[in-house]
């Protein structure tokens, strides 16, 4: 149940962040960091928090969509 609840949540970070300022940037990606660490996403937990230190780094932007649909594809695989 809680990971049912994380896809569309990390799936609204990830969307919001491409045309989010620094200031908001920071905002959802704490937010989702301690999402993904309550449920055992650390990867999408490290790249945030690379995204809290440097909110304009595209690369580690990029890197979370894909990390966010790796853990979509998982969460849909088990949840079947």
């Known amino acids: 149940e809680a990971l049912a609840r994380f896809a569309p949540r990390a799936v609204s970070v990830r969307d919001q962040l491409g045309a989010a300022g620094p200031v908001e940037r920071l905002r ?3 937010a ?8 055992g ?3 999408i937990a490290d790249c945030v928090s690379k995204i809290e ?5 595209s690369r580690a932007i990029r ?9 979509r594809d998982f ?5 079947r």
């Open 53 to 57: 230190t440097q909110p304009d780094d």
């Open 63 to 71: 890197q979370l969509s894909v990390l966010i649909e790796e853990a």
């Open 32 to 39: 989702l960091k301690g999402a993904a660490r309550g449920v």
């Open 75 to 79: 969460i849909a695989s088990i949840s």
């Open 41 to 43: 996403a650390f990867a």
């Open 28 to 30: 959802l990606a704490h």
